[in-house]
């Protein structure tokens, strides 16, 4: 197959890589469509050959081109291959290169998309159905003819793998674009006449990207808390929505404030199939007098919808977007700015008490959701909830009383900026989060993005990271918006505009400080478990992987900044080497980054021949591995070691 290059961008990523995830007034309508990283092939996965099976959709264009800012951000794929998407909406060109084996997802070259994805199905006889899906810039287009008993014609545009350009995840990328295709197959099956491929077959292989969470009466109250979300489809045409699909997971997550002692507690309210009953029965929290409760969300497709219930969104005061169809994508929240000011006038009073994060074994401070060491193009987004879901699709809680009961449940939870630092970089660093009772299991310690938001805001560091106003979640058709961002702001304690910094500023900061301090702690993440194995080897790989997407998602070559990753060494799909643009030291004892020795290495597939071997990854001389890794299988939610629930949180 030819080969197709990755440059530029998204976590998470979004597609376990890609982590993702924003709408533009379009979550009713049409669908962006994303490319699923794990295969990093997307596009008419069901034309039907013989009414069964599917067409070829011909060759990859052998052009090169590179994802404009493309970037997959497959996003971290989360635990299990959760899904961060982060979709680019404007068009750029991206200058980072990184290799993959043909189809499954990079090229070189430069090229230019527009983020424009969309998605449509429709059945031909019994031939089955047609999609066409949108790509990241710079991959073929083909045409397949299926003969049989039936035929149908898929006109296919494949993309780029997430994880060969990684981080929903964070990114599914909207850039489109074409090559040549090298070649049309035809391919012709033999089934019989009976079979039949539908629609829903397609779905089943590009999860409906955007749903809808039924919220329940007085969701601020005991009762509210412990009724389960509602999860269904925003439009049933596009395929059903399924809490138990990590694809599509949905997640609630709340932090509930006692006025009269300064208290904090934690509480995951459930989210079930509509029309289903829970694996178990919630617990029912017993919350204090005049108790303050924030609620947020988070989801591993690409935009989530609240819809009320007997006045449940204003009795919430929960707040998804713009409105009238306009949501963030991933993140919303109901009655965080009134437990923010609760809390802190606590502060203010004495009565609550927020823990400094230390110092890291670095010598330097411990991060923070507002550190620009760890922001990515979407910062404060998701939450670190986790359920169970059995073999028949059934959720719980995730407590010690469920995870006893339910012998062999699966783990979903929702890659996030908050998990990330929580579960991986914190211990990676000799760090520990700020955690509180967690209400629903016995009160075992655990996180939230509440208890991350205000540590982050009573210690943070100059410069501070505030949402920009480029957050790929806060624009409006593409185009930013200063009430869209101060409304996401509102629900993570930040302050409005002007406040912060310019998304020229932020993007330079976010580039230099986040590619010096990766490299000074390189000793102290490359042997750290991968928050997603099928997207990089390494905590290390993955961190330089979601800059390097971060970068294009933010469209920060718009204003005149070089990617600070200049190449990604790929073993397959995953990003096994980083070299940076700049050269930092490590400041802790080790061997370093074996790859940034290649910087001086001239000519891009020269550069990444030397990044795979200076990993012990034989190259083939074309800057791709000789025997590339086959993709790993997705499991249940890793975790770096014991049972981080009780010390931390989840995953980014």
Sequence with gaps: MPVVVIAAVGIAMASPLHHHHHNNNNNAGGAVACANPATGVSGSTAAGAAGAANGTGGAAGTGTSTIAQGGNYGGYGGYGGNTKHHHNHATASATTTSSMAAGTGMNTGTGAGTATGTTTGMTTGNGGAMATTSAAAGIGTGTGTNTGTATSTAATTTSAAAAASPSATKACATATATATAAAAATTSATAAAAATTSAAAAAAATPNPNCTLVVPPNPLTAQGLA???????????????????????????????????????????????????????????????????????????????????????????????????????????????????????????????????????????????????????????????????????????????????????????????????????????????????????????????????????????????????????????????????????????????????????????MDSIQSARLQQDVNLLINQTSPNAAAA??????????????????????????????????????????????????????????????????????????????????????????????MPTQTATPRPSGDMRKHSGHHW
């Design 537 to 630: 080897s390494n905590l290390f790989t993955f961190l330089g992987m979601r800059l390097q997407q971060s970068f294009g998602n933010l469209n920060c070559q718009n204003f005149g900044l070089k990617n600070p990753v200049t190449t990604l060494g790929m073993n397959g799909n995953v990003v096994v080497s980083v070299v940076f643009t700049q050269m930092t030291n490590a400041v802790t004892a080790g061997a370093g980054n074996p790859a940034q020795k290649c910087l001086n290495t001239a000519g891009a597939t020269a550069q990444m021949n030397c990044a795979l071997t200076a990993v012990g990854v034989a190259a083939n001389g074309n800057g791709q591995a000789m025997a590339p890794m086959p």
């Design 227 to 509: 009724t389960p979300y509602q999860f269904t489809a925003t439009n049933a045409a596009m395929g059903p929505c399924h809490e138990a699909n990590i694809n599509q997971s949905a997640f609630v997550q709340a932090t509930v404030y006692d006025p009269a002692t300064g208290a904090l507690s934690i509480y995951d309210p459930l989210v079930v199939d509509m029309g289903t009953q829970p694996a178990a029965a919630p617990v029912v929290p017993t919350l204090p007098a005049n108790a303050v409760v924030g609620i947020w969300f988070g989801f591993n497709a690409t935009n989530l919808t609240l819809q009320d219930s007997n006045g449940s969104l204003a009795a919430g005061k929960c707040v998804n977007g713009m409105g009238a169809g306009d949501v963030f994508g991933q993140f919303a929240y109901c009655n965080s700015p009134a437990f923010f000011a609760a809390v802190n006038q606590g502060i203010q009073a004495g009565m609550v008490t927020v823990p400094n994060p230390g110092t890291a074994t670095d010598g330097q401070p411990c991060e923070t959701l507002r550190d620009f060491a760890l922001i990515d193009q979407d910062q404060s987004d998701n939450v670190t909830t986790a359920y169970l879901a059995n073999g028949n699709g059934q959720i719980a809680q995730k407590t010690a009383t469920t995870a006893a009961a339910m012998a062999g449940a699966t783990t979903i939870s929702n890659p996030s900026d908050n998990g990330l630092l929580d579960a991986f970089v914190d211990p990676a660093l000799g760090c520990a989060p700020w955690t509180a009772p967690d209400l629903a299991n016995n009160n075992t310690p655990t996180t939230s993005l509440g208890l991350d938001e205000l540590q982050a805001n009573a210690f943070a560091h100059t410069p501070v990271a505030l949402v920009p106003a480029n957050d790929p979640m806060t624009l409006v058709n593409g185009n930013m918006s200063n009430t869209k961002t101060n409304l996401y702001r509102a629900g993570v304690d930040q302050p409005p505009l002007p406040a912060g910094e310019s998304p020229a500023v932020y993007c330079g900061d």
